[in-house]
C-alpha cells in the first residue's frame, strides 16, 4: 500500500466520529466531509446560510492547509445542500475561496445533514 498519513488540523472542527478529517495517499488528500462547526467550540456557527457556507470554506480550508496545501489544490468537490434554492449563494461565496480553474463539482440536494447544518462540502485535493 502506498504512503498513507492521517491530517489533522486544529483550526478545523475535530472529527464528532468515526473517521479523520483527511487521509493523504501519495499526493492524494481526501477530505471529509465540513459542516458549519466553529472550531474552538464546536458549536454551529450562527446566522444565515451564507454565513454557514463561508464556515465551511474556512473548515475545508484548515484542512487543506495542514495536509500541505490550499482550497486551489482541490480537484474534486462534493457540496450537500438541504435546500437547493440556496445554489447562486454557494457560488457566490465560492467565488471568494476559489479562482479559476474551478474544481470539477457536484452539487447534491439531501434531506438532512449533522447537527442541522444546512451545507456540508468533501472533496480530493492533489498537491
Known sequence: ????????SDNAPK?????????KVSNTVYLSGQI??????MEMIEGDFEAQAEQVFINLS???????GTLQNI???NLFLTDLSHFPTVNEVMSRYFKEPY??????GVK??????????D?????
Not at 1 to 8: D, E, F, G, S, V
Not at 17 to 22: E, K, P
Not at 36 to 41: H, K, Q, S
Not at 112 to 121: I, M, Q, T
Request: include cysteine; charged fraction near 15%; charge should be neutral.
Open 15 to 23: 472529527a464528532i466520529g468515526t473517521y479523520s478529517q483527511a487521509v
Open 75 to 77: 480537484v474534486k468537490l
Open 62 to 68: 484548515a484542512v487543506c492547509e495542514a495536509a500541505g
Open 103 to 108: 474544481p470539477a463539482r457536484a452539487a447534491i
Open 36 to 41: 458549519p462547526l466553529i472550531p474552538d467550540t
Open 112 to 121: 438532512e445533514l449533522p447537527k442541522g447544518a444546512l451545507v456540508e462540502a
Open 123 to 127: 472533496g480530493i485535493m492533489v498537491i
Open 1 to 8: 500500500m502506498p504512503n498513507k498519513a492521517i491530517i489533522h
